[in-house]
């Protein structure tokens, strides 16, 4: 087979790839761990559950690649957005502080949290979650601290950088069962103020 047979092949394979991966995510968020099965997510994703497990052999290797998957693509638009920031200071702060907030709500958080929950008692699920979710964490600190301008070497702003994101998946949480936006919208104001303090003179 020539390059250019196998191109279009390939192209199929990662157009069906991603569809698995989003339908995944989306799932998770409606139907939680034990109604997302291959099946259900191959019927979303309008593929066979056949060419499902073709690229993803496991339950375990579709949801945690699904999670994965989404989360990157979220970091990358964080990173991407950056440039679009105020200059550092009390707007960029909480301009930063609202990007990070929002990668703890919505369809991703949720489908990962019902990963979390099924990792608790699912000892093969859990190495993996355990494993991705110290990779994400890693990421998104790094993340943060490039987005605020900030050196993490200086005394006390690793740890108040993770406080941010600490607060951010607890924002999450309490957006699960009621739309939280308005008192979410006044708690990233007062702490991007405190945080903009906490910073000011690692900025300086």
Do not use: K
């Amino acid at each position: 087979m020539t390059t250019a047979a196998r191109t279009p092949q390939q192209d199929r394979s990662r157009a069906t790839r991603r569809r698995l991966l989003e339908a995944a995510v989306e799932c998770l968020a409606e139907l939680g761990w034990n109604g997302s099965t291959v099946t259900v997510v191959a019927e979303r994703a309008g593929v066979t559950r056949g060419a499902a497990q073709h690229h993803f052999p496991t339950r375990e290797d579709l949801f945690t690649a699904a999670v994965e998957h989404v989360t990157a693509e979220r970091l990358a638009a964080v990173r991407a957005g950056t440039g679009e920031l105020p200059p550092p200071g009390p707007a960029r702060t909480e301009a930063v502080v609202d990007l990070l907030v929002r990668l703890y709500t919505g369809p991703l958080f949720r489908a990962a949290l019902h990963l979390w929950v099924a990792a608790a008692t699912e000892q093969p699920l859990r190495e993996r979650i355990i494993a991705l979710e110290n990779r994400v964490g890693r990421e998104s600190h790094r993340a943060a601290l490039e987005s605020l301008g900030v050196d993490e070497s200086a005394a006390g702003v690793r740890e108040t950088v993770q406080a941010t994101l600490d607060l951010a998946r607890g924002l999450g949480l309490a957006n699960l069962l009621t739309d939280d936006g308005a008192r979410r919208a006044g708690v990233v104001r007062q702490w991007a103020r405190l945080l903009d303090d906490a910073l000011a003179r690692d900025r300086g």
